[in-house]
């Protein structure tokens, strides 16, 4: 039987604890496929609209099966709205018959769910609707924010996930600080509520980093030196606005930081050369001077131009960091050590009725 990933909110972090699983399934000698059967987030391959999670797992693990199958329908507006006017689109089946190709040869099947559980679901497509459909049991991921929040996602999966094919849950991304309390107290309250908890994955420092490639790519901006380091992993970004003094302690604080300021700020350009963060970037597409191009390209720190402002840098920043993906070779072998220390996986294949 496939094992269905919902998740109660978006970012939840499906699609990592998704490579994970496919990571150690693989590692014990299992087939496995993967399909999203309902995109929602599109990227252009050769003219066919494809679900970005699919397009991604596809390309890092190197699937052989076709996008198209991988992610069979795209929920547009455009779909959306002729579905409300009436019109037959014929998802489900399209879904089904994908996911029944993906199938073949395979020992299991790694289906991955809408943004939330809700998705779709005035239209009968949420997955709890797909997961039956496929005959597929769901594992809900449940991002820790904090303890409400947690116990609600996995309440409403209960509520909207119909019992026969709710399996339990994996609980996501929770904060040292908070490791003990979720062990002691909020697995014991999950569980006396009935809900079946697999693992409980902590915050991780390198799954929460951005390879410098990917900032390059999202802010669409332009490399001035620096290119062997631009695969190194970033985990935070500082705003360089201070005086110098305040800023050299800052950026030490932050060492894999990448640095955002004014292109004509070559005292905190230097400044963070110095201290050795991984990244500069320069706003207002202001060039620095070649001083400054030749120290970053010494120490291996690359230097992005960009022709926002220091605020829309951040901006786009912050939103990239609240999507982030598995991308990196380390990131790979980060979350598959995750899944495989912290995830029951003999539990949930024993309840999913795959053989381990």
Do not use: W
Request: charged share 30%; with cysteine.
């Amino acid at each position: 039987m496939p094992i269905y990933l919902s998740s109660g909110k978006k970012h939840a972090g499906k699609t990592s604890i998704g490579i994970g699983l496919i990571l150690a399934l693989k590692e014990r000698g299992m087939n496995v496929g993967y399909i999203k059967p309902i995109g929602t987030v599109f990227r252009d391959l050769d003219g066919r609209l494809v679900d970005e999670d699919a397009l991604h797992i596809k390309s890092i693990l190197s699937l052989e099966d076709s996008p198209d199958d991988m992610s069979p329908v795209d929920l547009t507006t455009e779909t959306i709205r002729d579905i409300l006017r009436g019109k037959e689109k014929k998802i489900l089946e399209r879904a089904k018959e994908a996911f029944e190709k993906i199938s073949r040869n395979k020992d299991i099947v790694l289906i991955e769910g809408a943004p939330d559980m809700i998705h779709g679901n005035s239209l009968g497509l949420s997955d709890g609707c797909i997961a039956r459909e496929l005959n597929s049991k769901v594992v809900l991921v449940a991002k820790y924010d904090t303890e409400i929040s947690l116990v609600d996602q996995v309440a409403l999966g209960m509520t909207l996930i119909p019992k026969e094919i709710f399996s339990g849950v994996i609980i996501n991304d929770v904060p040292e600080s908070a490791l003990e309390f979720i062990n002691e107290t909020v697995l014991s309250f999950l569980e006396r509520k009935g809900a079946k908890v697999y693992g409980i994955v902590p915050r991780d420092k390198i799954l929460r980093a951005v390879p410098i490639r990917q900032i390059l790519e999202e802010l669409g901006g332009e490399l001035l030196a620096g290119k062997s380091a631009v695969d190194s992993l970033v985990d935070s970004f500082l705003i360089g606005a201070m005086e110098v003094s305040s800023a050299i302690k800052y950026f030490r604080r932050a060492p894999n930081s990448a640095v955002i300021t004014g292109g004509d700020r070559a005292d905190i350009q230097m400044a963070a050369i110095e201290t050795g963060v991984k990244c500069l970037v320069l706003t207002g597409n202001r060039r620095p001077s070649e001083v400054i191009l030749a120290a970053a390209e010494e120490r291996h720190i690359p230097v992005i131009l960009v022709p926002m402002d220091t605020m829309s840098t951040v901006e786009r920043m912050e939103r990239m960091l609240g999507r982030l993906k598995v991308q990196s070779e380390e990131q790979m072998k980060r979350v598959k050590e995750l899944v495989e220390k912290y995830v029951d996986l003999d539990a949930l294949l024993q309840d999913v009725e795959v053989d381990a």
